[in-house]
């Protein structure tokens, strides 16, 4: 597709239980990254993913949370023994690459998943 | 630390005035980029505008203009003759050099008819 999608658009799941939320980027981009959004709130980074580097998951807020991607494609953000304060919008968004001193490459956001945990 | 200021949260203008959002900046590095994206109702974050720190020329694109000040750290966002289809949350964000965006809060812009 032309853009970055995310599925589900929308997810309700009981507390305890685990998600599974996906995002395809968009074709050529080599970065991919997570971020939430909690009501009201801005964006928390929360992973980013370059080719077939070590993922940086420095913003991961617990061992609970852990994302995979395959090469340059689909990425899946797994949240395990969901908790109430889970529930936001995870938004993905992919780039061509991270910033560097030559310049930079916008990062294109998909529509975002809203989790909501009961 | 890298960090980004959104002191409005919100903001509520008639449709025709001018409105000015503001976002002020923290980094230790010389070499930054400042951003601003665009999340409708739709909630998908659109992007606006990307600058470098060693670019402080203002730019103007159609009702929308960007006043980078390296002197306050500020990256303010001014949109003349704001529309009802500018309502939107607008964020900020921040990205040094192999680091990560940051972005701020946002402000929920409500521009009526």
């Known amino acids: 597709g032309a853009g970055v999608s995310q599925s589900p658009s929308n997810k309700v799941t009981e507390k305890g239980k685990d998600v599974e939320l996906r995002c395809d980027p968009i074709?050529?981009?080599?970065?991919l990254y997570w971020y939430r959004q909690r009501l009201g709130q801005g964006l928390e980074f929360l992973i980013y993913f370059q080719g077939n580097s070590a993922p940086d998951k420095s913003g991961l807020p617990s061992d609970r949370f852990s994302a995979e991607r395959t090469g340059e494609s689909v990425s899946t953000l797994t949240i395990q023994r969901t908790q109430q304060e889970d529930s936001a919008v995870y938004l993905c968004?992919?780039?061509?690459?991270?910033?560097?001193?030559?310049?930079?490459?916008?990062?294109?956001f998909g529509p975002g998943t809203r989790l909501t945990v009961l | 630390a890298q960090k980004v200021t959104q002191a409005q949260t919100e903001i509520s203008v008639v449709e025709k005035e001018d409105v000015t959002l503001d976002c002020v900046y923290e980094t230790r590095d010389t070499t930054y980029y400042l951003f601003w994206y665009k999340q409708p109702p739709s909630g998908e974050l659109v992007f606006l505008i990307r600058r470098n720190s060693f670019d402080e020329q203002n730019e103007i694109s159609g009702r929308y203009s960007w006043n980078f000040q390296k002197s306050t750290s500020s990256f303010n966002f001014t949109i003349t003759a704001s529309q009802v289809v500018d309502s939107a949350v607008y964020f900020c964000a921040l990205s040094e050099v192999y680091n990560d965006m940051r972005f701020g809060a946002g402000t929920r812009l409500t521009v009526k008819p």
């Open positions: 074709s050529g981009h080599t970065a």
């Open positions: 968004a992919s780039s061509f690459g991270r910033v560097s001193i030559g310049g930079y490459n916008e990062q294109f």
